[in-house]
């Protein structure tokens, strides 16, 4: 099985602050999903990234694909508290049937 | 808009009953999931299913058991739950790979257990 490493797994920051989450692995993945979950909900897709060196921006965040696919990071400007959730990664091993390989998660408090 | 609908949100059980947890999609997808998520451990797979009638099991089987007798309807069995099977359940489907870019999984809410 392959792992996926999250840090850091808790941030707590002040609204206005930014923020880098990142995803790591010693495997590489076809592709990276990011997911936000709220809480009492299931986590819904952000973003996926396929392409080794990617940069994709959802307004005020940027996620970045490693050049070796096999690490990404999530960065956030200017957080507000909207944004608290668990954020979780993904990795896509299109090479099995079983799809996702996720990381454990890092949970974001944004504090107004 | 897609919708994966896991039936029961909060459940309380008791130590050896049988728990059945049930999830329907609505968007014709091969394949659905289910995985477990506690806290600092991240989702965690039980098991998987990628046709009718057919299941793979996941890191986690051990204590499960699964059923997928209609390609929109895959559920769940702890045939005698115990207090450490506790935990939020998350059911979820997806396309088959090269249908849908980057296989995204549709998740269900998710349903909360707890074995007393």
């Known amino acids: 099985t392959q792992l996926l490493e999250q840090s850091p797994q808790f941030l707590s920051i002040q609204e206005g602050e930014n923020l880098t989450v990142y995803c790591n692995s010693s495997s590489v993945f076809s592709s990276l999903q990011w997911y936000r979950q709220e809480p009492g909900e299931g986590p819904v897709l952000l973003v996926t990234?396929?392409?080794?060196?990617e940069v994709k921006k959802l307004k005020r965040l940027t996620f970045q694909f490693g050049d070796a696919r096999k690490d990404s990071s999530l960065h956030i400007t200017a957080a507000q508290p909207g944004d608290t959730g668990l954020y979780l990664c993904?990795?896509?091993?299109?090479?099995?049937?079983?799809?996702?390989?996720f990381g454990s998660g890092t949970q974001l408090t944004v504090l107004p | 808009d897609v919708k994966v609908t896991q039936s029961s949100r909060y459940l309380v059980k008791r130590t050896g009953e049988k728990v059945f947890l049930e999830c329907v999609q609505d968007m014709d997808h091969e394949n659905m999931f289910w995985y477990r998520q506690d806290p600092g451990l991240g989702l965690r797979l039980i098991y998987f299913s990628y046709d009718v009638k057919m299941k793979e099991k996941g890191d986690i089987p051990e204590g499960y058991s699964v059923s997928r007798e209609k390609k929109e309807r895959f559920s769940l069995i702890l045939e005698s739950a115990s207090t450490n099977q506790t935990s939020m359940y998350l059911c979820a489907s997806s396309l088959k790979p090269g249908e849908d870019s980057g296989n995204t999984i549709y998740f269900g809410e998710g349903s909360w257990l707890t074995v007393v």
């Open positions: 990234v396929v392409t080794g060196g």
């Open positions: 993904a990795g896509d091993d299109a090479g099995s049937a079983r799809q996702l390989t």
